[in-house]
């Protein structure tokens, strides 16, 4: 199976946005009678699940703060934070029985590397990675009519305080959704676990070696091919309708006191957007004045917009009040 492969050539890109659109487009244009192996490294960044919620995977306000976007793909699974540090690969083949939820098919060959290196890892029920029981490999698949896409990550030498920061969010906001939740996981880089030194280039090398029996045959994109490429690029993965209005509805609830008043907010959310607000006391009574509700309805749920008709709302009403607690 391994030596059939046709290596993708992404250009050295780390544009987490180009990146996801390669996947999709050489699972639904490049020649279907070849399979294909990609390996990328993306710049700092969080990719949801495609029936995931936006605001319960990311911390907003972190990854604002840090430049780092957050954007979903088109396979199921759960959220996943990717740096330089994490090698990303993903498997374009054919539709068939034996690549449908069969993920042990595609995860053999890095199994294999690890072992070569003397690091004991193993698949577990979730079509996770784990070495020790820590996590370094989530795996999620998409099928079109006739192809299939298997893709996942490899935690090499990532920034871990900047991946838990990434994806943790309030326990204090409770959401109720038909969305996917992310299984929660305690995680660790390969590089921990090598007895000699290897830098990620040679980790890369030494997986190439496990999947091609032979020196692999490489797909450059065409120039024409590579403006498509782009387009979707922009068209999907860098759309807000894309990356938060897909979100399935939802709705918010959380406790806070304010200057020893009790509070309680329930919030809807449909399409990304604030489709019911409510701050009441402990007696049901609304706390803020009906304008400020008002302020929020059919807001985008992002950091930037929240931010900023907050920021609005704290000069015109309460300068002390919180707001950051009610969303982030």
Not at 77 to 99: E, M
Not at 278 to 306: C, I, N, Q, V, W
């Amino acid at each position: 199976m391994c030596h059939s492969f046709v290596l993708i050539d992404n250009r050295g890109n780390r544009d987490p946005s180009v990146n996801l659109a390669i996947e999709e487009y050489v699972l639904r244009n490049i020649a279907t009678n070849r399979e294909y192996l990609f390996l990328y490294e993306n710049r700092p960044s969080v990719v949801i699940g495609r029936h995931q919620l936006t605001a319960r995977e990311a911390n907003l306000s972190y990854c604002h703060q840090q430049d780092i976007p957050i954007l979903r793909r088109i396979s199921g699974g759960g959220s996943v934070f990717h740096d330089p540090g994490n090698v990303n690969f993903s498997f374009i083949t054919k539709r068939t029985a034996l690549n449908v939820n069969r993920y042990r098919r595609f995860l053999q060959p890095i199994i294999r590397t690890l072992r070569d290196l003397d690091v004991r890892a193993e698949i577990d029920a979730r079509n996770n990675i784990l070495i020790d029981g820590c996590k370094i490999s989530g795996n999620a698949q998409f099928a079109s009519r006739k192809r299939l896409l298997s893709h996942g990550t490899l935690l090499f030498d990532t920034d871990l305080d900047k991946l838990r920061q990434s994806l943790h969010t309030s326990p204090e906001r409770k959401f109720t959704s038909h969305a996917s939740p992310s299984a929660s996981a305690e995680v660790t880089n390969i590089g921990s676990h090598l007895k000699h030194s290897l830098s990620r280039t040679e980790f890369k090398t030494r997986l190439l070696h496990n999947f091609f029996v032979e020196e692999p045959v490489v797909y450059s994109f065409y120039e024409k091919e590579w403006q498509e490429i782009l387009h979707l690029s922009s068209r999907r993965y860098r759309s807000w309708d894309w990356n938060y209005g897909r979100s399935p509805k939802a709705g918010i609830s959380m406790d806070l006191d304010f200057h020893s008043i009790p509070l309680h907010l329930f919030m809807e959310l449909d399409s990304g957007k604030i489709s019911a607000f409510r701050l009441t006391d402990d007696r049901g009574k609304s706390y803020f004045p009906g304008e400020m509700e008002r302020a929020f309805l059919h807001l985008p749920y992002d950091y930037s917009t929240l931010s900023q008709v907050s920021d609005r709302l704290r000069k015109r009403f309460l300068p002390d009040f919180p707001f950051e607690k009610l969303f982030f």
